[in-house]
């Protein structure tokens, strides 16, 4: 980790934060972090570090409002109930320079990092009862959706670190279960997950049709995609996110009655995540009513916008253009589940004959 020359007075507001965690029992990876603090905007490095025979952390957000009320929110709480206490400071270092994404240290802006040295994790390698995780965060925060899905986070997270689902340390692969059969298909798991990470391969199992496989490009968006769609709606079942054994989704035989069941998107155009540096890892936001559309060309007004989603099955409550740039609109849904649907519906059509609609859950609501 390379700071940059710009440092800023102690103390004074920025947009990085150091974290000291205090009483810490238990292990805390950088993932953990991630998933705790990426709740309050979309967290660009993380860097990790012992000094004086403590846990520290540099956290660095894209503003120094976000970082505020990150810090405002978590400072003095504890990750487990009772220990690893979250001490938090402005950092005196206005930017971090990762060299590599590694269990240390890691760009979200930059995945086409190396990995470097396999650095080794400190602490037990025992885990606590989960039951007992984030007691010490206010129950109003455990009910957004980043935080009420970290728990799972966290179990696949200790359960990769222990070896217990047999994952390897290069293992991409989730499992999704309780899906609806008679509507959940390849295309639809890859646009929905493709939000939080690059699909490489989508299997369908043959002979457990309400679950399937998920494989991203690189091992740190598996636990994105955890916090942010396991529990969600999707064709009116409560789906389940959990790390996978498998470390990569075999292909079938050609002409075997696994071939539809199972795609292959490794050199897909849709990919969200594959330009380094993309601001699209800036706008990474749990499912919600509202969703941002994009790519919009002038000619298309907002009743036949409205018009594509009511014809998704869902029921339109609210829309705006952007007032800066009209390329650009939120429209909300009748409920989380028909937005969601919407949206996978809605991505990449073909709203004109140059112009292909770009879809994404909304950060916040139309005001």
């Not at 054994?245 to 990919?271: I, R």
């Amino acid at each position: 980790m390379s700071p940059s020359q710009q440092n800023v007075p102690p103390g004074c507001p920025n947009s990085v934060l150091r974290i000291i965690i205090e009483n810490m029992i238990y292990p805390i990876t950088l993932d953990v972090l991630h998933q705790i603090f990426s709740k309050y905007g979309s967290v660009l490095r993380i860097v990790t570090f012992s000094k004086n025979r403590q846990f520290h952390a540099l956290i660095q957000y894209p503003d120094t409002l976000t970082a505020t009320t990150a810090k405002a929110a978590l400072d003095g709480q504890n990750i487990y109930n009772g220990c690893c206490t979250l001490r938090i400071d402005f950092s005196k270092l206005s930017n971090l320079t990762v060299k590599f994404n590694n269990e240390k240290t890691r760009d979200y802006t930059r995945p086409d990092l190396p990995s470097g040295g396999e650095g080794e994790v400190s602490g037990s390698s025992n885990v606590p009862d989960l039951s007992a995780a984030l007691a010490g965060i206010p129950p109003a925060l455990l009910q957004t959706p980043a935080l009420a899905n970290l728990r799972a986070a966290i179990v696949a997270l200790a359960n990769s670190n222990s070896g217990a689902t047999g994952t390897t340390a290069q293992g991409a692969v989730v499992l999704v279960s309780n899906l609806n059969e008679k509507m959940t298909t390849p295309h639809a798991l890859f646009i929905l997950f493709g939000v939080y990470g690059d699909v490489v391969r989508v299997k369908i199992l043959y002979n457990k049709r309400d679950s399937a496989l998920v494989q991203f490009k690189e091992p740190q968006q598996i636990h994105t995609a955890i916090a942010n769609l396991n529990g969600v709606t999707l064709y009116g079942k409560k789906i389940h996110v959990t790390l996978s054994k498998h470390s990569t989704v075999q292909m079938p035989q050609a002409g075997s009655n696994e071939d539809a069941l199972t795609e292959d998107y490794a050199n897909s155009p849709l990919h969200r995540f594959k330009k380094p540096g993309s601001k699209n890892y800036q706008n990474i936001f749990p499912p919600s009513s509202t969703l941002h559309l994009s790519n919009i060309p002038e000619v298309v007004d907002e009743d036949y916008i409205k018009t594509l989603f009511v014809s998704a099955g869902g029921t339109v409550v609210n829309f705006r253009f952007f007032h800066n740039d009209r390329r650009m609109a939120l429209i909300q849904m009748g409920s989380t589940e028909e937005a969601t649907a919407g949206l996978i519906a809605m991505h990449n059509y073909k709203i004109s004959e140059t112009n292909h609609l770009r879809v994404s859950f909304s950060k916040n609501p139309i005001s």
